[in-house]
């Protein structure tokens, strides 16, 4: 990305989620853009219903009482200066400190949700910044995931919007936790937007950094300005359609449904390409200020910067369509416990990859385990005859006294496990056992989770299939 003069966009001296630049692609959407138009529609209006062959997996309309913060069972709070251990001001340079504070993050009682930047006395900016709990957004093998937002930019422009930055962005799911892996996992900036110029900017970041295969830290990106009217006087759908039924894969950015960038997964490598995508995502908004992007345009913010406008945002909304594993959900009830299960066709999950196996059937495994990582399986049905067995097919790969363990849990990720196997060095990734283990008695239909655990943050284990047994 240049700026307006030709002058590149300065690098970035430490590894930062960019959220500036994204991939995004030119085509058709699937979705009627007459559902998608921001003008026609009111600042409370409620989130499209989904077109025909697509399910919403994801909403928050921002329904609440006016002042009240976010929906905790939908988001979390990111607080402070930096993730803990990671990159000083967030990465990119921005002087904000980010609060849980009504006065920075708060609904308004019209069914929007207000992220407020605010200066105090002594010029000491504050503001707000949520991402989702979940971060298992990607779409299901074969077929598409839509990530859409329905938002009002900080309605500031000129010297007075100097070093606002709002943003309506994805990271990979391995960031969350590690937090010094990007842009290796991936970023997807579905909306960014400095200094109050009518324009949106869509970027994906992947790769290494500097430079890469990616053009870190630009990213590979492209933007457009809003129509009808500005992105900070009115509201506009700002989307991002991942497409898995097309070859080459494709990420595409759009706004009020017109395509503008899209990003395939020939234009990077095959292991760049894998390392951003083989995973889920979780979704971020939020208003920085200052910065390195607002330092491309002007810099700031100054005494000139009028603080106190929001980014007003109507819903956010998650869509998928086709068929695979990832993230489709069975109907509950609809897995045997005593059959085989495998291992991608999860519900959800947190840093878990799906790679080829050559295991006898071949098919997927999950790849690349390791400690804190976690899979999904709803509706999970052990009948009345109690189960007390299970096993798993694993492989590893792991260095010399690297080892952790394969742990089940039912109904919630909180809950102590039912039963664990230890697994180590099997000989190699793609050299397959079973392992059995006991388990507490099980009856009735539950989600199980399959977490692994490991005192070390190496990968220890590919996992392909499991099952249950009296």
């Known amino acids: ?110 069914g929007n949700l207000l992220i407020t930047p605010r200066r105090d006395a002594s010029g000491n900016w504050t503001s707000g910044r949520v991402e989702t709990n979940r971060t298992d957004f990607q779409p299901p093998a074969g077929g598409k995931l839509r990530v859409q937002a329905r938002i009002q930019m900080p309605n500031v422009t000129g010297n007075a919007a100097k070093g606002y930055w709002p943003a309506f962005w994805m990271l990979g799911s391995p960031f969350r936790g590690n937090y010094w892996n990007w842009p290796g996992v991936g970023e997807l900036d579905i909306m960014e937007n400095v200094q109050g110029l009518n324009t949106e900017w869509a970027t ?14 630009t990213g590979i990106g492209n933007n457009t300005p809003c129509t009808g009217t500005t992105c900070q006087a009115g509201f506009h759908t700002y989307a991002m359609e991942w497409d898995r039924s097309t070859s080459p894969e494709q990420i595409r950015f759009s706004l009020d449904g017109v395509d503008f960038h899209t990003v395939r997964a020939t234009d990077v490598d095959a292991t760049t390409w894998a390392n951003a995508t083989n995973h889920g995502y979780f979704v971020i908004l939020d208003v920085a200020m200052g910065g390195g992007f607002p330092g491309a345009f002007g810099g700031g913010p100054d005494g000139g910067t009028e603080p106190g406008h929001p980014m007003t945002v109507d819903y956010v909304q998650v869509l998928q369509s086709g068929s695979g594993g990832g993230t489709t959900p069975p ?25 080829a196996t050559s295991d006898s059937g071949g098919g997927q495994d999950l790849g690349s385990l390791a400690n804190g990582d976690w899979a999904l ?20 790969g792991a260095g010399s006294g690297v080892s952790g363990l394969v742990e089940v849990r039912l109904d919630s990720r909180g809950n102590a496990p039912i039963g664990s196997f230890a ?11 079973t392992v059995p283990a006991n388990i507490s008695s099980v009856t009735g239909t539950h989600d199980v989770y399959l977490t692994f655990t490991s ?11 499991f099952t249950f047994g009296h």
């Not at 609060?99 to 708060?106: P, W």
């Not at 005192?455 to 299939?465: K, Y």
Request: charged fraction near 10%; include cysteine; glycine fraction near 14%.
């Open 331 to 355: 109907p509950t009830g609809n897995r045997d416990a005593y059959g085989t299960i495998q291992g991608e066709s999860y519900d959800s999950q947190s840093g878990v990859n799906t790679e």
């Open 423 to 433: 697994v180590g060095n099997t000989g190699g990734w793609q050299s397959w056992r």
């Open 204 to 217: 994906m970041h992947c790769g290494t950094n500097p430079g890469g295969p990616c053009n870190e830290t």
């Open 1 to 110: 990305m240049t700026t307006p003069s030709g002058r590149p966009k300065p690098p970035r001296s430490t590894p930062r989620p960019l959220r500036r630049v994204l991939v995004a692609v030119l085509g058709t959407l699937g979705l009627t853009a007459a559902a998608l138009a921001a003008g026609t529609l009111p600042a409370g209006a409620d989130a499209p219903a989904p077109p025909s062959g697509w399910t919403q997996v994801f909403l928050d309309d921002f329904n609440g009482a006016a002042g009240s913060g976010v929906n905790t069972a939908n988001w979390q709070y990111d607080t402070g200066t930096s993730y803990p251990g990671g990159a000083a001001n967030w990465g990119t340079g921005e002087v904000e400190t980010m609060t849980s504070s009504t006065n920075n993050v708060a609904l308004d009682g019209n």
């Open 455 to 465: 005192g070390q943050p190496s990968d220890f284990v590919n996992l392909n299939w």
């Open 377 to 396: 399986y709803k509706g999970v049905t052990f009948g009345s005859s109690p189960a007390t067995q299970f096993n798993a097919r694993v492989a590893s």
